[in-house]
């Protein structure tokens, strides 16, 4: 049977399998890589909240490590970030290094 394309369906129709970026591993575009700091992090989450891409774990409340494989590295989350006393909790470095 020969797949419809999206112009052959009627509005309202519902796609079971919508899109989705969970299969697409985005870490891999990054130039540069984001380092957490733990000692300067006072666990604010404003890098968590600000992540487009959703790369930063939490868990029970509590800011985790970065998950690189969605990390574009965009450096928001380091731009954010408060740390400790103004010291930086997320350093940017270039990828590879
Ligand atoms: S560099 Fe960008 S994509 Fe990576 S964790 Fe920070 S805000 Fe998210
Ligand atoms: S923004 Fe900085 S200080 Fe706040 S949780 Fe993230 S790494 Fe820690």
Do not use: H
């Not at 079971?16 to 984001?34: D, H, I, M, Q």
């Not at 487009?52 to 970030?81: N, W």
């Amino acid at each position: 049977m020969k797949q419809k394309g999206w112009k052959d369906l009627p509005p309202g129709s519902v796609v079971l399998e919508g899109g989705s970026a969970v299969n697409f591993k985005t870490g891999s575009w990054r130039a540069y890589r984001p380092i957490w700091n733990k000692e300067n992090c006072i666990q604010c989450l404003l890098c968590w909240i600000y992540c487009p891409d959703m790369a930063i774990k939490v868990k029970d409340g509590k800011r985790g490590e970065f998950d690189y494989d969605y990390c574009k590295g965009c450096g928001i989350c380091a731009l954010e970030c408060p740390g400790k006393k103004g010291k930086n909790a997320i350093e940017m470095i270039e990828e590879g290094k």
